[in-house]
């Protein structure tokens, strides 16, 4: 509360300083919840999740071919789709921080038929 005696313009700027001084105890509150992130972290994370995607589908070029080795369009298709699949689990898991799914016996079995 300002003193009675004050000034219009100091009381304008108390006025300012508590509603930024609220503003930064709510941006401090939200952080130490989790439901605020800074942007440093935003862009390391999405450079994390952009360098797995990017390994998963440059890894294509080497593991594709012998799979796809003589076969028809037709016989492609299951061993891409499981390959694109697997690239979505990765990327998938490294957005919300969990491990990386492993392909079991069975899909990589199918997917190289």
Do not use: C, F
Not at 18 to 44: H, I, T, W
Not at 97 to 102: L, N, Q, R, W
Request: hydrophobic residues 40%; positive net charge.
């Amino acid at each position: 509360m300002a003193p009675k005696d004050a000034d219009p313009e100091s009381i304008r700027w108390l006025t300012i300083y508590r509603k930024e001084r609220a503003k930064r105890a709510r941006l401090e509150r939200l952080k130490l919840q989790g439901d605020l992130v800074s942007v440093p972290e935003v862009l390391a994370a999405q450079a994390q999740v952009s360098g797995a995607v990017r390994n998963s589908v440059r890894s294509w070029a080497s593991r594709l071919p012998p799979m796809l080795e003589g076969k028809t369009a037709e016989e492609m298709l299951p061993a891409i789709r499981a390959e694109v699949d697997q690239s979505l689990r990765i990327l998938s898991a490294q957005i919300v921080g969990e491990p990386i799914e492993k392909k079991t016996t069975k899909e990589k079995t199918h997917a190289t038929r």
